[in-house]
């Protein structure tokens, strides 16, 4: 993948919090959990199917700064299926509602 394309598809990145509280990454309707962290600062994230071994290495950790530095892709054309945006939509919003419910658990009934 040349320069060129990683910042055309870096625009594609989105963070999302995951059912555990984890911040995920999903690219191109994937969705990778964080595996190691360099002391150069990238992050390399695996993807969420355990059975693929594709990943992506990130520098930056807000929405607005993240930037993709690799990609390996051979393994999700065999292994993986996208996400469809209905569904990520979906999760989004499930875990919007359950951090919701835990703050609210917490106020006292007027």
């Given at each position: ?9 870096s625009?594609?990145?989105?963070l ?27 992050i ?13 290495k ?31 939509e979906?999760?989004?919003i ?17």
């Amino acid at each position: 993948m040349s320069e060129r394309n990683m910042s055309q598809e870096s625009n594609n990145i989105k963070l999302i919090t995951g059912q555990r509280g984890n911040l995920l990454v999903v690219f191109k309707n994937y969705k990778f959990n964080k595996n190691i962290k360099y002391l150069s600062g990238e992050i390399k994230r695996r993807c969420n199917n355990k059975k693929c071994n594709a990943f992506i290495k990130t520098v930056g950790a807000e929405q607005h700064n993240i930037t993709l530095t690799h990609f390996a892709n051979d393994t999700h054309i065999t292994s993986c299926l996208p996400i469809s945006i209905q569904t990520l939509e979906r999760q989004e919003i499930s875990s919007c509602i359950k951090r919701k419910a835990v703050e609210d658990i917490r106020d006292k009934p007027s």
